[in-house]
Structures are given as structure tokens and as C-alpha cells.
């Protein structure tokens, strides 16, 4: 599989991200520049998390105006896969590649948790398709404004045609260093899927949980399912 | 020319920061303020003095950069003497 991980001034999960892909498949990704406008075709783009230009205007604001998303838009209209990760989300829904709006955390906190996500009954997608419906993972959440908002018509059609990837829930292995909705996001939606299923967004960063040191890998899990479905 | 974009969340978006600042607010005592909402103003210096190309220009940058359309709405106003 023919990776690349797209870096603006200011990504932080970058190298992370690099990480765990190498652990699942031998080829190294491409680490993308954000002005670079020329790479190769790719299978995967990967838009990791941080505080790209320092979150100035808005989360991800500027970066959705680089250079590179011309290319990633490209790289999407071809069927290439796009995962944004945290930041990485909040460009793609500044970009308008995924629909709604990431606003300020209900309880006004940053909130580094972990949370437990379930799989949800979606269109088909390379992001879900190796899991079971209802099936939990566990992932942790770092981030200030992680808040998914949109309007209820939108809502709706993400709900209807299959678009919400995951929730956050209780689940069975909730304890107190679980946080359930830390965001207040509307629905406990945790991740959105484009009309094709391609592209993902999602506020919980599976690269911070590939290590039993990280305190679970079901990161890692999650993220082989996806390149194992990527690949085909 | 100087163009000045006020930008405000729309109805009905959730501002957890104008609700901290009630809170603040009515802890000091001011009880007679029942909401808060918060917004920011962006500053925009111009040599160009048509004021119509101005506010063209601005309302262009407004939709592509400055304003997030999905949640918040803006204002312009115009100063031509700054």
C-alpha cells in the first residue's frame, strides 16, 4: 500500500502516525509537506493531528487553504482513501471534503481521555467494513475542540445514509478513566464517513493506542483492518 | 480605507465561552445580564479607496477564509478615514 501522512507547521501526531503504519505494512509513508504539490498517486493520505498554524482563526482554518489540498482533493475525486485524525478532521470539515462543524468543547475543557467507540452500521467503507456492527474499540481523545455540530437536516442525512462511522458510548469496559461524549457532540457522533465511504474523519486518535505502554492497541487493531481493507 | 469584519455564532450555535462568562458575571454580581454570546472582529487596512471594490473584496474573503458560513455570521462596515 502507497501511503503519504500530509504535515503542516504545527502537526504534532505526525511521526505517531508514521509509526503505526510502518507496524502494519512494510512500505514507509510518504511524509507530505504542505506545500507540496506533487506526489505520486497514493492508496492512503493520512491528515494527522496537532495545531496546525497554531489554530489561529480557526482549528485547521489555514491549513484547509494550503497548497497541498488541491492534491488531496484530487487524491480523494480519483477514490483515494483520506483519513484526518483530530486536527486532521477539523481541516477536512474546513476544506468542506466532509460536511458540518467541529466547535469548542461543551465543558470548556481540553480533554485528554480515553473513550470507547462503536462501530456503526454504515455505507460501505474501508474505514468499517472489518469490524462487526456494535462492535467497541477503545481510543483516546486529546483535543480542545472536538464538539461535532451541524445542523439537524444535515444530522439526519449523515444518520440515514449511513455516514456516522462511530459514537461514543459507555460500553462495557467504561471506568474512570473513560470519558463518554467528552465533547457534547451532537448525536455522540465521534467520526463521519464522505458519500463514498473514502474518507474519515474523527476526533479520537487510534495512533496513541498501538502499544500495550499506550494502555491499549486497539489503535492498531482499527488501523490494520482499515489498510487491510485500503489495500482490498 | 479600513474594512472591519464582525464576526458573531449564529442562533441557536452552542457558545460555551459566553456561557462561562455569564456565569462569571452573575457571580460578581451582575444578575441583570441573562445571556452572553461571544464573537471576534477582524481588521482589514486597504490601499484601494473604492469602497464598493472594498467591500466586494472583503465579502470574498469573508466566504473563503475568514468566516466559517456553517456556524457564524458577519457584518462589514467600512471606515473610510482611518
Given at each position: 500500500m502507497r501511503s503519504g501522512v500530509a504535515i503542516f507547521p504545527g502537526s504534532n501526531c505526525d511521526r505517531d502516525i508514521v509509526v503505526a503504519i510502518k507496524k502494519i505494512t512494510p512500505k514507509a509513508p510518504l511524509k507530505l509537506w504542505h506545500k507540496d504539490t506533487e506526489f505520486p498517486n497514493l492508496d492512503l493520505i493520512v491528515i494527522p493531528g496537532g495545531f496546525s498554524f497554531g489554530d489561529y482563526l480557526r482549528c485547521g482554518a489555514l491549513a484547509a487553504r494550503s497548497p497541498i489540498i488541491r492534491n488531496i482533493k484530487n487524491h480523494v475525486s480519483r477514490g483515494g482513501s483520506l483519513l484526518g485524525i483530530c486536527n486532521g478532521f477539523q481541516i477536512l470539515i474546513e476544506t468542506g471534503i466532509l460536511p458540518g462543524s467541529l466547535i469548542r468543547n461543551k465543558n470548556l475543557l481540553f480533554t485528554c481521555k480515553e473513550t470507547i467507540l462503536e462501530i456503526q452500521n454504515t455505507i460501505k467503507s474501508p474505514f468499517t467494513?472489518?469490524?462487526?456492527?456494535?462492535e467497541q474499540i477503545k481510543i483516546p481523545v486529546a483535543h480542545n475542540e472536538g464538539n461535532y455540530f451541524a445542523p439537524k437536516p444535515l444530522l439526519d442525512e449523515l444518520n440515514n445514509e449511513g455516514r456516522i462511522a462511530f459514537k461514543y458510548v459507555k460500553g462495557s469496559d467504561f471506568d474512570n478513566k473513560v470519558a463518554y461524549n467528552p465533547n457534547g457532540s451532537s448525536n455522540d457522533i465521534a467520526g463521519i464517513l464522505s458519500p463514498n465511504g473514502k474518507v474519515l474523519g474523527m476526533m479520537p486518535h487510534p495512533e496513541r493506542a498501538i502499544n500495550s505502554l499506550h494502555g491499549g492497541t486497539d489503535g492498531l487493531r482499527f488501523l490494520t483492518k482499515c489498510i487491510e481493507h485500503i489495500v482490498g | 480605507m479600513r474594512a472591519i469584519v464582525n464576526i458573531s455564532l449564529k442562533q441557536g450555535v452552542l457558545d460555551p465561552q459566553g456561557q462561562a462568562i455569564q456565569n462569571s458575571l452573575s457571580n460578581l454580581?451582575?444578575?441583570?445580564?441573562n445571556n452572553v454570546r461571544t464573537g471576534k472582529q477582524i481588521i482589514l487596512d486597504f490601499q484601494d479607496n473604492d469602497e464598493e471594490q472594498v467591500f466586494k473584496e472583503t465579502e470574498k474573503m469573508c466566504e473563503t477564509l475568514?468566516?466559517?458560513t456553517v456556524i457564524e455570521n458577519y457584518d462589514i462596515e467600512i471606515i473610510k478615514e482611518i
Open positions: 467494513e472489518g469490524f462487526q456492527i456494535g | 454580581g451582575f444578575n441583570n445580564c475568514l468566516v466559517n
